[in-house]
Nanobody, 118 residues
Framework: QVQLVESGGGLVQAGGSLRLSCAAS????????MGWFRQAPGKEREFVARITWSGGSTYYADSVKGRFTISRDNAKNTVYLQMNSLKPEDTAVYYCSTREVGGQYTYWGQGTQVTVSS
C-alpha cells in the first residue's frame, strides 16, 4: 500500500514558476516509476511527465517539454515537478501516481490545484 500526498499548488501569473511535491508513504517507493498527470475542468486527465525508479530516465508530454522538469529523491520518498514559464492552459489539478512495471498507474494522490492567470 502506498499513500501519496501532493502539495505546492497555487495561483501564479503567466510566466511564473511553481514546484509541486508528491510525498509517498510506504516501504517500496523507490521501486516505483512515478508519474504526474493533470486534469483541467471539463477535460480528460492527461499525462504530464514520468520518471523511472532510479531517476535515470524522464519522459514528458509535448505540451510541457522544455518547461517542466520531473525529479525524485528516494531518500525522502518524494517526487517533484518543477514548472517554469507557466501558461494559462497549464491550469489544472495535478496528480502524482505510481507506475507499475506493466505500465499501469495504480496509486493516486488527492491532487493539488494549479491556477495560472493571464
Amino acid at each position: 500500500q502506498v499513500q501519496l500526498v501532493e502539495s505546492g499548488g497555487g495561483l501564479v501569473q503567466a510566466g511564473g514558476s511553481l514546484r509541486l511535491s508528491c510525498a509517498a508513504s510506504g516501504r517500496f517507493f523507490s521501486s516505483y516509476a512515478m508519474g504526474w498527470f493533470r486534469q483541467a475542468p471539463g477535460k480528460e486527465r492527461e499525462f504530464v511527465a514520468r520518471i523511472t525508479w532510479s531517476g535515470g530516465s524522464t519522459y514528458y508530454a509535448d505540451s510541457v517539454k522544455g518547461r517542466f522538469t520531473i525529479s525524485r529523491d528516494n531518500a525522502k520518498n518524494t517526487v517533484y515537478l518543477q514548472m517554469n514559464s507557466l501558461k494559462p492552459e497549464d491550469t489544472a489539478v495535478y496528480y502524482c501516481s505510481t507506475r507499475e512495471v506493466g505500465g499501469q498507474y495504480t496509486y493516486w494522490g488527492q491532487g493539488t490545484q494549479v491556477t495560472v492567470s493571464s
